[in-house]
């Protein structure tokens, strides 16, 4: 496994927890298990940028890295 595609699988699973959150929040009445659901979205959305923007940083980072590699030596 790579980083990367350990990130990927985070991503996804943060994904869907935060699509449970959301479906939780909707099919209840009670205001305060709305609210709380409402907030662990908002958390799932800076786990999410977080890990998006590691994912991306990782991603350039590899390119530039395999740029350089294949420049011949002078």
Not at 4 to 30: F, H, N, P, R, V
């Amino acid at each position: 496994m790579t980083v990367q595609s350990d990130l990927k699988k985070a991503i996804a699973s943060a994904e869907a927890a935060k699509g449970t959150y959301s479906m939780a929040a909707e099919s209840t009445e009670d205001q305060t298990a709305k609210q709380k659901y409402e907030e662990m979205k908002v958390d799932m959305d800076k786990h999410l940028m977080y890990l998006n923007n590691r994912l991306n940083y990782l991603n350039s980072s590899n390119s530039l890295n395999q740029q350089q590699s294949q420049q011949p030596l002078e």
